[in-house]
């Protein structure tokens, strides 16, 4: 299994930071649409954009779950720089790196390797019209949705703070995903795209919750940006305010009551949020609970005195209505 690790030095751990980003959820709201079934709670969001696509040049250079130029999204210098501050960062990208990031993008799996190819033949006026393309797409995907984006990303940012100045940076980071372990002296992310280690070497970290990631953890590595661990924000299933449902099939085969609890676990979530989203006993909660555990749809995850639900990769296959491998 591919690992990415961080090697944390004393000195990072003076230099680790939060971080909002809107050229972040700006990529990946790109993300987001190109691939709606990756982010079902993000659907209300996509049933209003879906005829209003992004420009073909940033449509261009996403590869499904693959490498995305980190010029496009730079890790942020300050706590919460506004979107103009950042577009003006990737317009001020140098040509090289421009190039040097295009060249990583999977020409095999990309839309349209042929405009890729362009592009890296000219780095300057690539940079420029993607930035006129990250702006627009800022405009029409993100901006209307923001203060509910910010809200939430805020709400993430002031929890774990606390948590920091309670318990450490160490176990603050064993909690943000099940897929990211704290050992003592670095910060695994398992399964990763490849094997990859970078020793943060005094740069310090940022970590930066996001609404467009989920259900995804990532990091930023490569040198010239500061290393940036992204996770998804706590609370990304209301995020619109929507209810969950559970879908028809799904209802039909584990009954409405499971169905509905399974639909509702791509968010981590202990058994008395689940009661009171749903109105139901803790106790009727924890039995579907123990259901679904046992026939290895659900997971469990023990974070300080909370212990955390989450689906495992067949649950939430089933949860989305596909079929593993699809």
């Known amino acids: ?28 709201a790109v993300r987001a649409f190109v691939d709606p079934r990756s982010h079902p709670y993000l659907r209300p969001w996509w049933e209003q954009v879906r005829d209003d696509p992004p420009a073909d040049e940033l449509l261009a250079v996403q590869s499904p779950r693959g490498y995305t130029p980190d010029f496009l999204s730079p890790p942020p210098r300050e706590a919460a720089p506004s979107v103009e501050d950042q577009l003006a960062a990737v317009r001020a990208t140098p040509p090289g790196q421009v190039r040097a990031e ?11 390797p042929a405009a890729v190819r362009a592009m890296i033949a000219d780095p300057e006026t690539a940079r420029d019209v993607l930035a006129a393309g990250l702006e627009d797409a800022w405009r029409r995907l993100v ?10 990303i805020d709400g993430d940012i002031e929890y774990r703070s606390r948590l920091v100045a309670a318990y450490g940076l160490g176990h603050v980071v064993a ?21 990859v280690e970078r020793e943060l070497d005094g740069d310090g970290l940022i970590l930066m919750p996001s609404a467009f990631v989920w259900p995804s953890v990532t990091a930023v590595v490569d040198r010239p940006w500061q290393p940036t661990l992204i996770y998804p924000a706590r609370g990304i299933g209301a995020l619109l305010g929507g209810r969950v449902t559970a879908p028809a099939p799904l209802a039909r085969l584990l009954g409405r009551t499971r169905g509905l609890i399974l639909a509702d676990l791509a968010e981590p979530a202990t058994t008395a949020a689940l009661a ?8 009727t909660v924890s039995a579907h609970l123990s259901a679904l555990e046992g026939a290895g749809l659900l997971t469990r995850r023990r974070t300080g005195h909370e212990v955390r639900y989450r689906h495992t990769p067949l649950g939430r296959a089933l949860a989305e209505g596909l079929m593993p491998g699809e």
Request: charged share 25%.
């Open 175 to 195: 909690g943000l995903d099940e897929r990211v372990r704290w050992s003592g002296q670095s910060i695994v992310i398992e399964p990763a795209g490849g094997d």
């Open 102 to 112: 295009l060249r990583r993008v999977d020409l095999a799996t990309c839309p349209s």
């Open 1 to 28: 299994m591919a690992v990415m690790r961080l090697v944390v030095s004393g000195g990072d751990l003076l230099r680790c930071r939060f971080a909002t980003s809107p050229l972040w959820e700006t990529v990946n």
């Open 143 to 152: 901006l209307p949705w923001w203060p509910r984006v910010r809200e939430l």
């Open 276 to 283: 009171a989203r749903h109105g139901l006993a803790p106790s």
